[in-house]
């Protein structure tokens, strides 16, 4: 049963601390992207990755970091200093990043940083 | 810099009757275009797309037409049911930076009255 996984679906922080946001797909997907949605807004791309150790900023990649060791996975940091860190964090990933591909997201991450 | 652009924020329609969702976008660069639909705390799940080449796509009770002089596309649905009632996200992809972006719209919230 393929798709791609988020966890944990609500996540809870402390104002000043690192937190790191799971998504996996089995999907054998090559590319992978984080996406970020707060209210009466569009999705916003935060990185992406179109290979294993590989990836490049999207439009709000300021205090955020990502990783891709594994084609299967792809783990968001958010960092001390994204100043705006509560959000709905979504994880797609596509057959390739070249286009007419559609993405497939994952359920998401609803983050609340206090 | 809004690329892509949904005017209205929320749409009502009775059971039955056809629901149009908009969209403009202005960067003429994009040739491919996504409508997804999502739930809330629930990831998006694509519903149709057309390339630049088609100036209409269709694929049940619902219909996606690309305008590209006036850069404005549209989803129709017919005959809308309650469970349509969702927000919409179009998106827009330049195939020719080869790297799978999409740029969403701020999304439509569609409500459909039983």
């Known amino acids: 049963d393929g798709g791609i996984t988020q966890s944990p679906k609500y996540l809870f922080r402390k104002e000043g601390q690192n937190v790191t946001l799971s998504c996996e797909q089995n999907l054998n997907h090559d590319a992978m992207y984080w996406y970020r949605q707060d209210p009466g807004q569009g999705l916003r791309l935060i990185y992406y990755?179109?290979?294993?150790?590989?990836?490049q900023k999207g439009d709000i990649a300021e205090g955020y970091s990502v990783s891709r060791e594994k084609k299967e996975s792809f783990p968001l940091t958010v960092t001390s200093a994204q100043k705006n860190p509560t959000a709905f964090y979504l994880c797609a990933s596509s057959t390739q990043g070249s286009p007419f591909f559609e993405q497939y997201f994952g359920p998401g991450t609803r983050l609340t940083v206090t | 810099d809004q690329q892509v652009k949904q005017n209205s924020p929320s749409l009502s329609v009775q059971e039955g009757r056809i629901s149009i969702l908009n969209c403009d976008y202005t960067n003429s660069m994009f040739d491919y275009f996504l409508w997804y639909k999502k739930y809330p705390a629930e990831g998006p799940t694509f519903l149709i797309s057309?390339?630049?080449?088609?100036d209409k796509n269709e694929d049940g009770r619902f219909t996606v037409f690309l305008n590209k002089s006036a850069k404005h596309l549209s989803l129709h649905i017919v005959p809308s049911q309650p469970g349509d009632s969702a927000v919409y996200f179009c998106a827009a992809q330049d195939g020719s930076s080869n790297t799978g972006k999409l740029i969403f719209g701020q999304g439509t919230t569609l409500q459909v009255k039983p």
């Open positions: 990755s179109q290979i294993v150790n590989d990836f």
């Open positions: 057309i390339s630049s080449i088609k």
